[in-house]
């Protein structure tokens, strides 16, 4: 197999698409578009993965497969024309030729909430042990298990991932308002910032809500 780095330099220089995917998320198109001392930076059209994640990569470069793992050093990084979101991946490794294509993704995406820390996975709060205790276009409660290690402070930074049945993600971001240790449960009150688009917002809020 080739040197990696001279795949990726090549593959930077022709902009190709490349799939990510985390351990147990689906794969996301994106593109690379520059390689840097620290590894590579890659663009993906909306938002999909937080500062150490851990994904696997696969890339097709003249007809020869690719696949090799990465960790997200860092997650919003500036992309020249800002028409999607950029990622920093670093710490490649396990390149393999010959690997097999990914699934096609699902065209029908599945209702999703997920609260996103500065750094570290998010946490969704939508089918398994969260609870949603309070959603306006304003502020967002939520109760989570304290089985489940503390994973917001309050008074933190955040972006909530609104992702519709079948509609693109929606980012908006947040803070920590509210912090409560409740009876087996920790209680979070997140208020909605810098809202960009307030009658887009609203509509999301409202299909949630139904």
């Known amino acids: 197999m080739s040197d990696p780095r001279e795949l990726l330099e090549r593959a930077a220089q022709d902009r190709l698409t490349l799939q990510l995917r985390s351990k147990d998320g689906e794969w996301v198109s994106g593109r690379v578009l520059r390689i840097e001392r620290a590894g590579i930076v890659v663009a993906l059209d909306a938002p999909a993965f937080s500062s150490g994640e851990d994904v696997r990569a696969w890339i ?33 490794d396990d390149f393999q030729a010959d690997a097999p294509a990914p699934a096609t993704p699902r065209t029908k995406t599945s209702a999703q909430i ?39 402070v309050q008074g933190g930074k955040v972006r909530v991932r609104f992702t519709p049945e079948g509609e693109p993600p929606y980012l908006v971001d947040g803070e920590i308002r509210r912090l409560v240790a409740g009876d087996g449960h920790y209680l979070y009150g997140l208020h909605f910032d810098g809202v960009q688009d307030a009658q887009h917002h609203l509509q999301v809020i409202s299909a949630f809500r139904r």
């Open 60 to 92: 097709t470069l003249q007809d020869q497969s690719y696949t090799f793992s990465a960790s997200v050093l860092r997650s919003g990084v500036p992309i020249p024309d800002r028409s999607g979101a950029g990622l920093l991946l670093g710490y490649l």
């Open 114 to 152: 997920e609260v996103l820390p500065a750094k570290g996975r998010g946490l969704r709060l939508l089918g398994g042990d969260v609870r949603i205790v309070d959603l306006s276009v304003t502020q967002l409660a939520f109760a989570v298990p304290q089985r489940i290690a503390l994973k917001f």
